[in-house]
């Protein structure tokens, strides 16, 4: 059920209008728009009065949502979602292409600052790594854990880029959430429904990467669980599907790019590097993912792949990196979109190679 | 690493053994066989000297296992795993098959009741019912909670059946293991691997369901998480895959089980409910699985399949499930295994209709 | 649209009512039943006038067939179809099941011999084996071609087996038609609509392979083509389908089964070789396809499968083929079918060592 | 094997070298490229003697190649193969991209015309129509036939657009061959080899897509069937793969494209329409085939899509098509090629009108 108040409905009748609804059992969801204001209603105690709710004071209107997704849905709010984070000119979902990048693991602080600082050098704003890496074998190296998190704090003093790193269950997401200025949720937890409420109830953007056999559906109601505890501010990411090819890791589904787009006000990047598990093919799909209208792209960058403790062969080297972003701000313009120019950081390079000394302060 | 104790080593050179190995930072994993007591080493900490292990008291030999699952491998415990439930003749792995029925969620202690009578007289040795359902849909019914898990609990004490559900996070996993005789862990939690690892600390034994889009080998290594934890009761469940087959909900894969029993040691049971999304489609199935080797199945029984509040359309009626039983339990015989005869409890039929009365005991 | 001729029809309105229909410029298919004619009308010239119809002598009822396929369809004919094959007691669809076994190609005779007889005499009724094989790659062995064909009429000859071959195109359907008792449409081929209605206007029985990505609808649609042409003797194949599952070759969707004999009166049987690729696993899933319903068996045997030049890694041993039959007797029979004792027949052994000797004929 | 011929060696001694292999029984295939010719030798005869080949005259090196696919091989022709159309500035795989375009299917002279001098105007330099349709039922629409092919015969004259259409079997061949610039072997024929071969002995240029479950492997393979009967010019096409995505008819592989183009000298173009089956994710799709690299687009375009007798839901209008033409040229030209300017040829309407007058011609 979706409350449509009127254009010039008072900040009060909102209120108002949500108070009444929370008072009968549901959920109200506030969902701001260009022009006026829509108050989704969720919950599953069953029938809700709709004459009563039209009766209300600056309520324009009163429709029924069909769909099995509800909050994400554009019926429920026709304007794209554009995600700020404060302070920064990053933006998700805007007119601007949302860059993020990094390595797959976090292993040292050496490692970290040399990616950052050429990712952001090249034009990203987001830095990328894991501090908790969901691995198919618990022999693996399974992420450098609260440390990896405050090296990437750290990061984000140094180089101005905003953090995002995967949480991966309840005690993992209090401490991203602290550090980091984006949680992710990975692919292997999309249909983690415990961990979607809790991260709901954070107040951090989320970026939801799809299940590697989620449809489209299932992705949009992975985000319904999260928005439906309050946090609106979900970014979905197409990170390829399992599927009979050989030839790649996964098979990067870019048509959902379009389709997102839409039945949903949520913005969607894409994951070239999950997406194809090769280097050589990063690139390509990186340019065709801006090209198919994706808001944003999330890339594996590391300064010595060979040497990369998990994900090597399909992270790419800052040059690399640095040239893709040079060819997809071109195509962005093609689609009236942009990529601004990358930020050089001055550092004494020195602090790069003894990992001893004290962090690397900007000038 | 796996150490291979000598036929006659005593109890004391196995715990001397295992403790030594934990003393070098490694976990160690005592496995009895028919024949003699193996000891699984695992663990992240980079390698360990062949040669010192080889000279402990009671040491026969020191393989080192190339296999990235160690501990689920067949070159580590050679015997098949059989689980046992103290205090009944219920038993998974074994010459019996296991037989699992009940209905996708526990709706009312009548329904819960109605059900578990029939499928005990049947044949059926475990309940399976949902406190805790993992809903594509955050407005869909999400399970009755604790209280379903009381109601099981009634259920055992009445018709002597061991009691499965599934637990989907940290908290629902300490209330299930409270009132269940084996945990599940769903499908969409295969790869939830902060949740395997609470379960392998548990000393239930666990039902491991297949991921959506698992390989073997993912299936294995997340039985692996189970059991590096010191859970070594784990029971594997194939419950269907996805893929662009659309005559049925999921692809029920019969392959695995003939490749899992190659390589593990683990028992292997089938979901044909999951597995085909469809009620006419269940029994041949089952058959089938039975046919190609699995220890047991686990089947969505439901007395009013058409007002189920989830899966109605993929549950059979008790009547199918008998019949199916007396079915499977030939196939089984030819492959020199059986299903044990359904024991018949007289219950005052009254007590179902009012649900305020104490429980009705099994005379 | 389907008429339903009235029980008493007498065999001359049968043939006016036919007549009529050609006359309209539409194909009439006339489907003897248990109890009385259905005659089925098939065509693309638009509408028929459905009244008229009715009129005409003998006619019970005309019922428009609203699904895509027609003839395959219960709705069109309710009997199961079963294939006889004249001179012998071998039937497809029937009580009894059909089973086929053979090498993947034929080599030599002396290698065709040696299979034919030990799987004539396990049970096997039908004899299947590759003249022309359509392979991934053009420098690999294509066949014997029409002198494998005459090492298969012997073999009839010989052991009294069916013979069972794939035809690929114009040319060598002309041959395999001449010389086999079966024609096989490979899973390559099973949209190659040319070649399905060239094999829909011969008059020898036809099996009709599903594709790596045949829908449930599209296999039907394409035995649609063949009947289409007025060759109603068709017999599906389900062989596996192409998905992400690594550990077998293809995945064996045995739920196909049930789901084309409730849509259709067409036989269906299984191939668990190409089903799994792997040798280990085709028994079981023989066993497994018996169990879930399956009209019978189509399973590569070689006596040396090491030597074979194509599919030796999923080729049986003629001793696991027998355990095979012993197996799947007992499964039928729980499921009210059977499989009859397979025939002994004496020859002079040294005719397989010496391939220059005239055939060996049964005494 | 493969001969490298070295770079000053006469037409003379590559033909002598030719002749000698085929004397060998083996093909010879000479393969010209930017510095020295090299010539493939196929053949299933068994193995040729290296060091006798390295005497002839006018041989640099003899090199044996590993993968199972040999002329389709950058292993053996190292440039990229550029087809031309003698007479017009049409190319593919060289720096121009190749555009086609048209309805699935011919329907009339006036809708085909209508197409044409869109698409043609747009900037497209092939004009793709149906005569021969495969269809999934036997009852749907097939095609003109012979009658489509004269009417994009006359296209030909008129617009000066190259014609490419689709053949089935040996007759369709034929026929296409006569009329048509470019012979196309549609997705469900890519392991048709019979019809592979056929159309590797005709001489004009093919365009083979990729089968519904076909693997990299697989395509070249097939690629590889038509290239040992001595026709050199094929272009690969990608047009979505069979999975268990619900939001697309089909889910379009990009990342094929940039693995083709490592391990294969032949062009490989994408089907944006066939690839998502929906009008709306067509040029998205489009766009993003150009930015991963494609050498062109195959795209469906109707005049007036909702009357379509054949994929009216993913054809687009004309003047999408031509907005797509301006975005995707934008896009070519960051990867430093083009796609050429448009044609507009001037024709009396009236023609399209009336279907008995002449042909119009352009002025």
Redesign the interface.
């Known amino acids: 059920m979706l409350i449509v108040m009127k254009k010039q409905a008072s900040a009060e009748e909102i209120r108002a209008v949500c108070e009444h609804i929370e008072g009968l059992g549901f959920r109200a969801h506030p969902l701001p728009g260009a022009q006026r204001t829509a108050i989704g209603i ?3 105690q069953g029938a809700i009065d709709q004459g009563s709710l039209e009766e209300l004071s600056g309520v324009a209107e009163v429709i029924r949502v069909s769909k ?3 909050l994400v849905s554009r019926d429920v709010k026709e304007d794209d979602t554009v995600i700020r984070f404060p302070g920064t000119n990053a933006t998700i979902g805007g007119k601007n292409l949302a860059i993020m990048a990094g390595p797959c693991s976090i292993e040292t602080r050496e490692q970290a600052f040399a990616v950052a600082e050429q990712i952001a050098a090249a034009g990203a704003q987001f830095f990328r790594g894991g501090a908790y890496k ?9 992420g450098l854990g609260e440390e990896a998190l405050k090296i990437m704090a750290e990061i984000r003093d140094t180089f101005g880029l905003r953090i995002v790193s995967e949480a ?5 997401l209090e401490l991203v959430e602290r550090y980091a200025d984006m949680i992710q949720i990975g692919a ?2 999309m ?5 979607l ?1 809790e991260v709901g109830r954070t107040r951090k953007p989320v970026l939801l990467k799809r ?3 989620a ?4 992705l949009l ?1 992975a985000a ?2 999260i928005m ?1 505890e309050g946090n609106y501010e979900v970014v979905l990411c197409e990170r390829g ?8 890791r996964n ?9 997102v787009q ?1 039945l949903s006000h949520l913005p969607i990047i894409v994951d070239p590097s999950h ?2 598990g090769k280097r ?2 990063v690139v ?2 990186a ?7 994706a808001d944003g792209l999330i890339v594996e960058v590391h300064h010595q792949p060979d040497k990369a403790l998990s994900d090597g062969a399909q992270s790419i080297y800052p040059q690399q990196f640095a040239d893709m972003v040079g ?1 997809v701000r ?2 962005a313009r ?2 009236h979109r942009d990529v601004p120019d990358g930020i050089r950081v001055e550092r004494q390079t020195v602090d790069l190679v003894d990992a001893d000394q004290p962090v690397a302060r900007a000038r």
Request: charged share 20%; net charge neutral; hydrophobic share 35%.
């Open positions: 969720t919950g599953n099995p997704y509800k969901p691995r198919t074998s618990p022999y693996a190296f399974q991966i269950d309840h005690e993992t292997r937890n249909q983690n429904y415990s961990l409420r299940g590697m056999a449809t489209l559906e299932e109601m319904e669980y439906n599907v399992r599927t009979f090819v050989d030839h790649t098979t990067l589904d870019l048509s959902i790019v379009p389709a839409r997406g194809t050589n093919k390509p799909l340019r065709a993912a801006v090209a198919v209208g060819e071109q195509i093609i689609l």
